[in-house]
Antibody, heavy 122, light 109 residues
Framework: EVQLLESGGGLVVPGGSLRLSCAASGFTFDDHAMSWVRQAPGKGLEWVSTISSSGGSPYYADSVKGRVTISRDNSRNTVYLQMHSLTGGDTAVYFC???????????????WGQGSLVAVSS | EIVLTQSPGALSLSPGERATLSCRASQTVGSYLAWFQQRPGQAPRLLIYAASRRATGIPDRFSGSGSGTDFTLTISRLEAEDFAVYYCQQYDGSPEKVTFGQGTKLEIK
């Protein structure tokens, strides 16, 4: 059974930083691209970032580009999202998502974690 | 950016009825269209991918159709557990081009 367990969320002040982690199990981790998708309170879904199976190709939404870094450790079956210069607009539940393919291109988001809440407030 | 417009925004039906949800893309996405269900307090769950293929474990009362710019999710006979928010998503090409619709809330009448 595929399991994705996010951690690292919490309350952070504006301008602060946070690193989310997602521990994966139940599938061959280094065969699949991984993504982060967020959902602001009461709002819809927004793609944030994707990383290919090898870690060599990261992709970012314009809304976070330059402030966020996605990475992965295939030896630990874990994907990370490092976020800097956080604002209230970043307040959301962040979901870790498994991709269907290794590259992330034209790849279905086939399994989702339960999410980790990031709240940016003073 | 490819904009996905879902209609209606909300739909009120009774258990046992048929639900038809629409998703229209601002430009063609071929068949690179998925549907997700999200119940309150839960993560989204993949229902349909490649416009019409059911994901593993999804009941056959869920079906998807369409290609190009117009897509439909049909739930043939609503059960209590089906009342949720449904999102469409296109994934045609680069991950940077992925977009979601705004969602349709399916409510119990």
């Amino acid at each position: 059974e595929v399991q994705l367990l996010e951690s690292g969320g919490g309350l952070v002040v504006p301008g602060g930083s946070l690193r989310l982690s997602c521990a994966a199990s139940g599938f061959t981790f280094d065969d699949h691209a991984m993504s982060w998708v967020r959902q602001a309170p009461g709002k819809g879904l927004e793609w944030v970032s994707t990383i290919s199976s090898s870690g060599g190709s990261p992709y970012y939404a314009d809304s976070v580009k330059g402030r966020v870094t996605i990475s992965r450790d295939n030896s630990r079956n874990t994907v990370y999202l490092q976020m800097h210069s956080l604002t209230g607009g970043d307040t959301a539940v962040y979901f870790c998502v498994k991709g269907e393919h290794s590259s992330g291109w034209a790849s279905v988001f086939d399994h989702w974690g339960q999410g980790s809440l990031v709240a940016v407030s003073s | 950016e490819i904009v996905l417009t879902q209609s209606p925004g909300a739909l009120s039906l009774s258990p046992g009825e048929r639900a038809t949800l629409s998703c229209r893309a601002s430009q063609t996405v071929g068949s690179y269209l998925a549907w997700f269900q999200q119940r309150p307090g839960q993560a989204p769950r993949l229902l349909i991918y490649a416009a019409s293929r059911r994901a593993t474990g999804i009941p056959d009362r869920f079906s998807g159709s369409g290609s190009g710019t117009d897509f439909t999710l049909t739930i043939s006979r609503l059960e209590a557990e089906d009342f949720a928010v449904y999102y469409c998503q296109q994934y045609d090409g680069s991950p940077e081009k992925v977009t979601f619709g705004q969602g349709t809330k399916l409510e119990i009448k």
